[in-house]
């Protein structure tokens, strides 16, 4: 590569340096809220960690961000001049951002006075496209789906996190709610069956 491509290159990456920065900043502040039980303000930190990484998506020239994972696979086209671009070391911070930041939303509002379990759901199923065995979206999931009724669903992905974490005490007491749950809907099933 000539000196003058390389530098070219160099300058094409810096603005996407700078929107990463950004995103993993918020990303960090919206952990420290979360700890520090400040749970409205993390959320707030975390969407704005999530609205830097699309923007950079955007300016990369991929604007269908929600499709998939940030700027995940399969690669666009590379950056017309004066078009930004990343490394593959800043793809790979960019999707591991994004499912930490939904991971984290799900936790926040899991701990919300009046829990929206709708999203939280949504938020896990986003971060189990891209890691299926991720133990922690897989039990969020679980609980959601056993908050809105679906306790077929809710009973899946409580034991296939079971599986990765069987001590887990959590996630034994979900599944006894669960099947709990599914027997009381079977016997009433019966019941107005006869």
Do not use: I
């Given at each position: 590569m000539s000196v003058e491509r390389a530098g070219l290159v160099k300058q094409q990456q810096q603005p996407a340096a700078d929107a990463l920065r950004r995103a993993l900043d918020f990303k960090t502040q919206g952990t420290q809220c979360y700890r520090d039980k400040k749970y409205r303000e993390a959320i707030g930190k975390y969407h704005r960690a999530l609205l830097e990484m699309k923007g950079l998506c955007r300016?990369?020239?991929?604007?269908?961000?929600?499709?998939?994972?940030?700027c995940a696979a399969p690669p666009p086209p590379p950056p017309p001049p004066g078009k930004?671009?990343?490394?593959?070391?800043?793809?790979?911070?960019?999707?591991?951002?994004?499912?930490?930041?939904?991971?984290?939303?799900?936790?926040?509002?899991?701990?919300?006075?009046?829990?929206?379990?709708?999203?939280?759901?949504?938020?896990?199923?986003?971060?189990?496209?891209?890691?299926g065995e991720n133990f922690k979206a897989l039990y969020r999931s679980g609980v959601a789906y056993y908050h809105l009724g679906d306790y077929h669903k809710a009973l899946h992905y409580l034991q296939e996190s079971h599986k990765q974490q069987p001590s887990d005490t959590n996630v034994i007491r979900y599944i006894q709610l669960t099947e709990m749950k599914i027997r009381r809907l079977a016997q009433r099933e019966k019941k107005e069956s006869s």
């Open positions: 300016a990369l020239g991929d604007p269908d961000v929600g499709a998939r994972s940030a930004c671009s990343l490394t593959e070391e800043q793809k790979g911070a960019v999707e591991s951002a994004e499912l930490e930041c939904y991971n984290s939303l799900a936790a926040c509002l899991l701990q919300m006075e009046l829990v929206n379990y709708e999203r939280v759901k949504e938020y896990c199923l986003k971060v189990l496209r891209k890691e």
